[in-house]
């Protein structure tokens, strides 16, 4: 024993370096349990937040579910990194939008080589819109070039088809972890009412509103437009990341002075600019709605909702939670 140091302090010494040491092994298994190797339960990848909101809320602790896209990301994107590779190559089940959303998914499952992968689109069996169906921009023509899908892939923004989501990603659950099968619908009972009440809260709170039509960034509010009997009249951009065209912003200028429309939406994900300028030519405001929703959390889901649904009864002359 060197002198000046009491063999209590040794002790304590050692035990706070075991303390610290625990500590940092703790946290190193909570750090790869995050994102890491398996740990032992089912492993769920889907594809955007609202689908982490569903499997989270059905799969409660029994699985460990992780999100494909970073927060903020379109899922109208064409790539993928490697990390998401690695993501689906150790999924048990990736769960998918489907209805064209995730354009980069076959080229993902791809690139990991596996053919066993269970993978399931919750939109499955839904009806569907075309995009920007209900009234053609004057004109046409558009932004140049087609949009790479027939298909409205934005269903889950009325809440009847995101209950029926809800039981299709449940089968999907309980057919990869039928130990807790029983536990996982018991879970998704509780969900579908806590939606069945969003949903008449909504209907409720957009019952009544002076004005119904709108302008939307992209094709994203004609599910939540039909549901809720409001009118996505045109969009801003035809396929998200692509700005329209000077022609094609002039016939949207004339549509929204003919309609009066005095809303015009923009998303989070994209520039502002174009909602900007037809707002500045028509005297219409600009809105922020996000279709997608950036956080993943269990509640994320209805609290897009909410959030979107207070900025439609504000922008369409209502008085939101009035
Ligand atoms: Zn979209």
């Known amino acids: 024993m060197r002198p000046g140091i009491h063999p209590r302090i040794v002790g304590d010494l050692v035990k706070v370096v075991c303390a610290a040491t625990l500590i940092l092994v703790a946290s190193l298994a909570a750090a790869c349990g995050a994102g890491g190797p ?3 339960r089912p492993l769920v990848v889907t594809s955007i937040p609202p689908l982490y909101s569903f499997a989270t809320n059905v799969g409660g602790d029994s699985l460990r579910v992780e999100n494909l896209l970073p927060p903020g990301a379109s899922p109208h994107q064409t790539s993928f990194t490697p990390a998401q590779a690695k993501l689906v190559a150790e999924a048990d089940l990736l769960i998918i939008n489907g209805a064209g959303l995730e354009l980069w998914v076959d080229d993902l499952i791809k690139s990991t080589g596996r053919t066993d992968l269970r993978v399931v689109e919750a939109s499955k069996g839904l009806d569907f819109l075309r995009p920007d169906e209900p009234i053609p921009v004057p004109g ?20 009847s088809n995101a209950k029926k989501m809800v039981g299709t990603v449940t089968d999907a659950i309980a057919a990869i972890d039928p130990k807790n099968a029983a536990d996982h619908r018991a879970r998704a009972a509780d969900y579908v009412k806590r939606l069945e009440s969003l949903d008449a809260e909504i209907k409720r709170q957009t019952a009544d509103l002076p004005r119904k039509d709108f302008v939307s960034f992209h094709s994203a509010f004609q599910y939540y437009a039909r549901a809720y009997g409001l009118r996505q009249v045109a969009v801003l951009e035809e396929f998200p990341g692509k700005e329209p065209s000077p022609a094609y912003l002039a016939g949207l200028v004339d549509l929204v002075k003919k309609l009066g429309v005095t809303a015009v939406f923009s998303e989070p994900q994209f520039s502002p600019r174009p909602a900007e300028a037809l707002a500045r030519e028509t005297g219409a405001k600009v809105y922020q709605v996000d279709p997608e929703g950036r956080e993943l959390r269990p509640s994320m889901y209805e609290d897009l909702m909410r959030a979107d649904t207070r900025t439609f009864v504000t922008a369409l002359g209502g008085t939101p939670g009035g």
């Open 140 to 159: 046409g023509g558009g932004s140049g070039g087609e949009p790479p899908t027939n298909v409205d892939p934005h269903v889950w923004l009325d809440v």
């Open 38 to 40: 398996k740990d032992g």
